[in-house]
Every structure is written in structure tokens, then in C-alpha cells.
């Protein structure tokens, strides 16, 4: 069974870049599609802004297209979401996520690490 653990997260300004990695456990990781939610306030939906398949192909949602890059290693088991440029419309708390490739449902979820923008 896959595992995630968030890290990287933190306060910076406006403008500042942040790189947030997502470590995972178990040996079929490669075989999972990877995304990367936020939940900008409890209760909201969580957004899927970015995700990568098993074949490196990414989407990302428009609302962020342009300044985040998402990106897997499939030797460190690790993905990796560069956020550019941030504002503070971006603090929220961002969470990795993982689905086996070819189904709908993200089902892997991790703890989830708070990024905060100042202005």
C-alpha cells in the first residue's frame, strides 16, 4: 500500500517561490497517477491543480497554469509541485495525492502541509 508525506511548505511573501515535495512508500508508486490538491479554507472543496501520470504526461488547472510545475521521480519515489510567483491567494493548505493509473478516484492521500503568502 502506497503512503505520502508532504514537506516544504512555510510562510513566504509575496512573490516568492516555494517547492513542496511528496515522498511515498511501496514499490508500485511509478504505477499511480500523482496530483496535487489545496483547500484554501476548511469546509471548501479541495482544488486538484496539477497531476502527472505513470507516463510523465502533467495537467494543470488554469488557475495556476504558468507558475506551478509538477514533476515526479520514479528512482526517489518522490513528486515534486514548484510553485512560482506566489500570492496570497494561494495560502492554503496543499495535499499530495496518488490514484492507480486508469481509474477515476484519487484514493492515496497525505497529511497535507500549509503554505502561507503574505502580502
Known amino acids: 500500500q502506497v503512503q505520502l508525506v508532504e514537506s516544504g511548505g512555510g510562510l513566504v511573501q509575496a512573490g516568492d517561490s516555494l517547492k513542496l515535495s511528496c515522498a511515498a512508500t511501496g514499490r508500485t508508486f511509478s504505477m499511480y497517477v500523482a496530483g496535487w490538491f489545496r483547500q484554501q479554507a476548511p469546509g471548501k472543496e479541495r482544488e486538484l491543480l496539477a497531476?502527472?501520470?505513470?507516463?510523465?504526461?502533467?495537467y494543470y488547472a488554469d488557475s495556476i497554469k504558468g507558475r506551478f510545475t509538477i514533476s515526479r521521480d520514479n528512482i526517489k519515489n518522490t513528486v515534486y509541485l514548484q510553485l512560482n510567483t506566489l500570492e496570497p491567494e494561494d495560502t492554503a493548505v496543499y495535499y499530495c495525492a496518488a490514484k492507480w493509473r486508469g481509474t477515476e478516484k484519487y484514493t492515496v492521500w497525505g497529511q497535507g502541509t500549509q503554505v502561507t503568502v503574505s502580502s
Open positions: 497531476a502527472v501520470d505513470t507516463s510523465r504526461s502533467t
